[in-house]
């Protein structure tokens, strides 16, 4: 399944993505989280002000390593925090770092995890996972389907990349391209009234849905 499919995922989809994130990360997993600090910018931005925010649950889509949960459950150490991933090779690896956080398989798509945590949820997390996902918009209305009332779906990845010179901002997009990445397409977030607000050279964005209530 390419980065850039809309649209709903079949079960076909889905498994030859599975395969392809297995074949991806059984490679890439053990400099992963070294080489992604210098290009997967904003997340540590995203990471701080969920630090300062008043919640106790927290689901991440895509955890990969579990790097960001890891950083949540030393800022917030009576956080509940859970995550869904396709990949094995990465599920098992975040399984090993996290033993105490609720991890499960799945694609963002088509999971049904709202009972993951055994109590509501109050913030699900897509960081550079939602540009991987073929169905966005049926990944960012499961994510609102789990929320707890007053809860948020809190999305941080690559923009438009505009404010990077013309040369800079198409070779970044062209090595993105070889590893199955697309800068995301901000119309799934307006659509469903996300407040987004961009990093420096619109190279990063940060979204955020709100569920009414709570
Ligand atoms: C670029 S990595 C980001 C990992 C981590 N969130 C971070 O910020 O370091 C993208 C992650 O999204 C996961 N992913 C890809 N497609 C997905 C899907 N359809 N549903 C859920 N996660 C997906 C990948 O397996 C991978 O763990």
Redesign the pocket.
Known sequence: MGATQQGSASADDLEA?RRF?NRY?RLTRPIYDVS?KYY?LG?DRLLDDLAREDWTTLV??????G??LRKLSVSKPDAVLGG????DE?LEHARARLPRAHLMHG???TADYAELLGQPIERVMF???LS??GAKGD?LDAAYAALAPGGEVVVVDFADLQGLPGLAGRGLRRWLGWFHVTPLDPAPLVERSAVITYGPGRYYLIGRIRKPGG
């Open positions: 993505h994130l990360y992604r997967l997340r991440e889509i895509g955890p990969g390593t790097r960001n869904v991933e396709p990949c990465m694609f963002a798509e960081s550079y996972s991987m996902i990944a």
